[in-house]
T-cell receptor, first 113, second 112 residues
Framework: EAQVTQNPRYLITVTGKKLTVTCSQNMNHEYMSWYRQDPGLGLRQIYYSMNVEVTDKGDVPEGYKVSRKEKRNFPLILESPSPNQTSLYFC????????????FGDGTRLSIL | GQQVMQIPQYQHVQEGEDFTTYCNSSTTLSNIQWYKQRPGGHPVFLIQLVKSGEVKKQKRLTFQFGEAKKNSSLHITATQTTDVGTYFCAGRPLNRDDKIIFGKGTRLHILP
């Protein structure tokens, strides 16, 4: 089944403890992206990748890192999480950029205490 | 900066009534996509509009792209409880292959 898989789905952690949210897609998509969703603010793009080894900042990249070493994986790294990064995170992929539909993962709800 | 305004933010309708959400962009768009997110779920792609003045239908849903490619609308006829959720538009600015701008969404509540 074609899908975007995020892990973990839920995580409660403390300020400053490094964490990684994994994202994997099995559709051979070139484009992948991370969004955060907060009440009243909609979906805001954190980072995106047009292809392997190519990553770019979105609208809210501060405090996040990503890597794209393989086509299928696009992990989101929070080196030193802070409470303002408490949010619902979505990974998405598409065949090739924004001319194609984006397929979203089920989401990861992060709580930083 | 470039932005896409989506109105209304919330809408309550009686089941069977019609519903419309509107997106207005500050810049001309190459295309616009619409997504639906059910409560507790993730955004799911509904449709993409590319041409000026384009109108597409999916059963009770009608999507329009404005002549100037700066606005779009989603109209649902005779809403049903399965239509509950948040509807997002997402536009790609002209000549910006690397950019997509999401509206903040319209949350639709259906009163039985």
């Amino acid at each position: 089944e074609a899908q975007v898989t995020q892990n973990p789905r839920y995580l409660i952690t403390v300020t400053g403890k490094k964490l990684t949210v994994t994202c994997s897609q099995n559709m051979n998509h070139e484009y992948m992206s991370w969004y955060r969703q907060d009440p009243g603010l909609g979906l805001r793009q954190i980072y995106y990748s047009m292809n392997v080894e190519v990553t770019d900042k979105g609208d809210v990249p501060e405090g996040y890192k990503v890597s794209r070493k393989e086509k299928r994986n696009f992990p989101l790294i929070l080196e030193s999480p802070s409470p303002n990064q408490t949010s619902l995170y979505f990974c998405a992929s598409s065949l090739s950029g924004y001319n194609q539909p984006q397929h979203f993962g089920d989401g990861t709800r992060l709580s930083i205490l | 900066g470039q932005q896409v305004m989506q109105i209304p933010q919330y809408q309550h309708v009686q089941e069977g009534e019609d519903f419309t959400t509107y997106c207005n962009s500050s810049t001309t768009l190459s295309n616009i996509q619409w997504y639906k997110q059910r409560p507790g779920g993730h955004p799911v792609f509904l449709i993409q509009l590319v041409k000026s003045g384009e109108v597409k239908k999916q059963k009770r849903l009608t999507f329009q792209f404005g002549e100037a490619k700066k606005n779009s609308s989603l109209h649902i006829t005779a809403t049903q409880t399965t239509d509950v959720g948040t509807y997002f538009c997402a536009g790609r600015p002209l000549n910006r292959d690397d950019k997509i701008i999401f509206g903040k969404g319209t949350r639709l509540h259906i009163l039985p």
